[in-house]
Structure formats: C-alpha cells, structure tokens
C-alpha cells in the first residue's frame, strides 16, 4: 500500500461514528413485484449532504454512507419507473432543497444473517487499494459497476450499473425508467449538487422515492389478445369485400 492510499484509508477510518452507518434496506425495501406490477412510495427518508450522488462521479469514487439505499424484487422482465422528490418534512430533522440523483444496480449489499457492507471495512480498503489510481474517497461509484465489503470477511458484494437519472433543472425532483430482467436491485440515491460538499455542515435532506412496476401480460392474455385482433382483421377484409 503506497502513502497515498494510506492516507485515503486514515481518512475514511476518521469519519464521525454518525457518518460510520453501513449500508442496509431497513425501511427502503419496496418489495417483490410479480406480473401483475405495482406502485409503492416510501416516505421519511433523508441523506446526509446534498452531494453524495455527484461525488461519485469522481476517479476518487464517493462515500456510500452519503447516500440512502433502496431495493426491490422483480420476477419477470419489465420496466419500472422510480422517482424522488426533496421532501423537507421527511424527518424531525430534514431540510428542503435535495438535488436528487440516483443510480439503479442489479445486486445486493449484504443484509442478514451476514453483516452490512461499509467503505471502512478491511476488504473494502483492500480492494480500493488494488484499484490503482488517485486515493478513493469511499467505493460509491455512481455510473460504473462497483464492489463493497463487511467486517465478517465475506466475499464482496458487487453492484452492477444499469441505469441512473439525475435532477438537471434543479426541480427538486428525479425520475426514471428502465427496462430491467428478473432479479434483485439496489437503488442508491443522493444529492447531484458536486459544490454543496464544501458546506462542512452536511445538512440531513428530506427525500420522499416512489417506484412503479408495469404489469406484464399472462402469455394467454397475450395470445387471446392477439386472436381477438386477428378475427377484427378478418371480418374487416370480409366487409371491404362485400
């Protein structure tokens, strides 16, 4: 390990033990959606900093304990649609003004029985010092796939890109869709303002997130549908020949 991931590993092991919260889905699980689909909205949320999303834009990566994450559940392919809106009265202690942004993964941090993934874990550090390159900041990366660890030594846990959406005219509000196959995801949402990161204040901003499932059509509808408009078809042309 050379001086400089040294220093990046001092300075994550420095941060405040409120800031030191791993990552976990209490209270952000949306569920598992079947064909038939589904809205849920998840509200009394807020994010540490206004942001957390845009600093792992960064070659350093950003600190995954700036931003909130989510999961769901899908068993058949679909398209879902989730967005969030800054809510400050999310929490006795939130604030307005969250200039949200978040990234969609395929994957999971680990939940229980095994203990949570942070950027301070020995094999998280490990593996940002094998990475080469500038000190890391933390192992968030927000448009790229990314790896995180616990203290238990278990494999790391891997987080696959799919998709991202970001508040560009600063609305307050964030929303996205994305075609996505049968499995587990994470959504890691936080603040896009790159700059707020020098108020050393690092306000709790309120957040209220939303996902919609489509509903996927039984493949017996879908064939009776298809049936249906084949015989108007049929007696369309039967009456243009008469």
């Known amino acids: 390990m050379n001086t400089a991931s040294i220093l990046a590993v001092a300075a994550l092991l420095a941060l405040p033990a409120a800031a030191q919260a791993h990552i976990g889905y209490a209270g952000r699980d949306f569920g598992a959606f079947d064909a038939s689909g589904g809205v849920v909205t998840i509200a009394g949320q807020a994010v540490s900093g206004n942001y957390g999303w845009a600093d792992g834009l960064d070659a350093d990566f950003g600190d995954s304990h700036k931003l909130r994450a989510f999961r ?5 392919d679909t398209t879902v649609t989730f967005s969030v809106t800054a809510n400050a009265g999310a929490t006795a202690t939130s604030v307005g003004g969250l200039i949200p942004a978040f990234s969609i993964y395929t994957g999971l941090a680990h939940v229980a029985p095994f203990a949570p993934d942070h950027d301070g874990a020995a094999s998280t550090l490990a593996h940002l010092a094998s990475l080469g390159g500038v000190p890391k900041e933390g192992a968030f990366r927000a448009l790229d796939d990314w790896s995180i660890g616990n203290d238990s030594g278990d494999p790391l846990s891997v987080l696959a890109y799919r998709g991202h959406a970001a ?11 994305f075609a996505l196959g049968a499995g587990d995801y994470s959504i890691f949402v936080g603040g896009g303002h790159y700059i707020a990161q020098l108020d050393a204040t690092s ?3 309120g957040l209220r997130a939303s996902l919609a499932v489509a509903a996927v059509p039984e493949p017996g509808s879908v064939a009776l549908m298809l049936s249906g408009l084949g015989l108007v078809g049929v007696a369309a042309r039967r009456r243009c020949a008469h």
């Open 72 to 76: 769901f559940t899908l068993t058949r």
């Open 167 to 177: 508040d560009t005219d600063l609305d307050g509000f964030a929303s996205g869709s």
């Open 203 to 205: 306000a709790s901003y």
